[in-house]
């Protein structure tokens, strides 16, 4: 059971758009910055998004990030085949149990129809 | 360009140790704070533990602290983990990550290196 709740899938067609959600609490999301991974089947995971909405140079605007209150979501637009993969969210979890804690998002499997 | 190699995975019975290296490459290691990650097998991503840019601070998951002991020799553009007492449910892929800052908290971890498997089996 993962501290942030992600859907275990979606899906779309090629060139249309989605978003994955990323729900968390105030001692996670709701107090520190979010970031996306992207891990294409059998690789590394990969950073995609960090500070809530900003890219790294050389991911495409296609995606994007926003985080609202304890929530975050991922969208991708002009959904591509090679999108197919992984997402994950992460952040620090900062509760008053725990020492120092990074978590993830279960992680959400993309499949482009 | 900015690399990390992982290395020292395989197999290992219950109640074993194992060692893995993290070199890093293409950046100032000694400026940043270093994660290990794990991810078992069709399962997702674990934070496991956490070094601070100049080895004096570090934090591990409850699942592996006192198992565990995260390293780093700047000399060598290198991070260890130190594995005690493994466990079957330890096995899993092994990522060692750069975070985004030299302290041990980190907004971000970017990049990551291709991982070593690491099974824990009788």
């Known amino acids: 059971q993962s501290v942030l709740t992600q859907p275990p899938s979606v899906s779309a067609a090629p060139g249309q758009k989605v978003t994955i959600s990323c729900s968390g609490s105030?001692?996670?999301?709701?107090?520190?910055?979010v970031s996306w991974y992207l891990q294409l089947p059998g690789t590394a995971p990969k950073l995609l998004i960090y500070?809530?909405?900003k890219r790294p140079s050389g991911i495409p605007d296609r995606f994007s990030g926003a985080k609202s209150g304890t929530s975050a979501t991922l969208g991708i637009t002009g959904l591509q085949t090679g999108d197919e993969a992984d997402y994950y969210c992460?952040?620090?979890?900062?509760?008053?149990?725990?020492?120092?804690?990074?978590?993830f998002g279960g992680g959400t499997k993309l499949t482009v129809l | 360009q900015v690399q990390l190699v992982e290395s020292g995975g395989g197999v290992v019975q219950p109640g074993r140790s194992l060692r893995l290296s993290c070199v890093a490459s293409?950046?100032?290691?000694?400026?940043?704070?270093m994660h290990w990650v794990r991810q078992a097998p069709g399962k997702g991503l674990e934070w496991v533990t956490v070094?601070?840019?100049?080895?004096?601070?570090?934090y591990y998951a409850d699942s592996v602290k006192g198992r565990f002991t995260i390293s780093r020799d700047n000399s060598k553009n290198t991070l260890y983990l130190q594995m005690n007492s493994l466990r079957a449910e330890d096995t899993a892929v092994y990522y060692c990550?750069?975070?985004?800052?030299?302290?041990?908290?980190?907004?971000?971890?970017?990049?990551w290196g291709q991982g070593t498997l690491v099974t824990v089996s009788s």
């Open positions: 990550a750069r975070g985004s800052g030299g302290s041990c908290y980190s907004r971000w971890f970017d990049p």
């Open positions: 105030s001692s996670n999301i709701g107090n520190n910055y």
């Open positions: 500070d809530n909405n």
């Open positions: 293409g950046f100032t290691f000694r400026s940043f704070g």
């Open positions: 992460g952040t620090w979890d900062s509760s008053l149990s725990a020492d120092f804690n990074w978590v």
């Open positions: 070094i601070s840019f100049d080895g004096n601070n570090n």
